[in-house]
């Protein structure tokens, strides 16, 4: 992959900080373990979303999930588990090793709950944009106000 000097981004953006150090990470970039588990992400409308984790064999108490500023952790050991049983394995070809998976959320993203079903973990997020952050229409009114001309609406009224 090519790498791309940032530096005059850096310099005229504001508050860009992390977009930028993000974009200057992906060339770089190696996640331990990233075939497990497998995951999806949906789209389910405008603004939900869903992870879904292959995880046979965890249970509730297995998993943690963690939603932290935008990062979201899901954590996943049953090996202390196992070992606490004094279960010995013949052969092992479910994979149960721990994990540890970690998705880059994008702004106002929540997490709204999570469900763990037939060996899978659903995990339900929602974009939701406070009002003040929305786009809006601003009018645009006929003539100029000029501060003239509401000193004398203001002196004729009184």
Do not use: W
């Not at 090996?79 to 994990?99: D, N, T």
């Not at 003539?143 to 009224?157: C, D, F, R, Y």
Request: charged share 25%; glycine share 8%.
């Amino acid at each position: 992959m090519r790498s791309y000097d940032l530096a005059p981004l850096y310099r005229s953006g504001v508050g860009f900080d992390r977009l930028f150090s993000l974009i200057d990470q992906l060339g770089t970039f190696e996640q331990p373990n990233t075939a497990y588990p497998p995951y999806n992400i949906e789209k389910l409308g405008e603004n939900a979303y869903r992870i879904s984790l292959a995880i046979a064999g965890f249970g509730e108490s297995d998993l943690s999930i963690e939603a932290h500023e935008n990062a979201l952790i899901v954590r996943g050991d049953r090996q202390a588990r196992e070992e606490a049983q004094g279960r010995e394995f013949l052969h092992q070809g479910i994979a149960g090793r721990a994990f540890e998976r970690r998705f880059q959320l994008a702004d106002y993203v929540n997490v709204v709950s999570a469900t763990l079903e037939n060996g899978l973990l659903h995990i339900d997020l929602v974009r939701e944009v406070p009002e003040a952050k929305k786009p809006r229409r601003i009018e645009i009114a006929g003539a100029p106000v000029t501060a003239a001309k509401i000193v004398e609406s203001h002196a004729v009224a009184h």
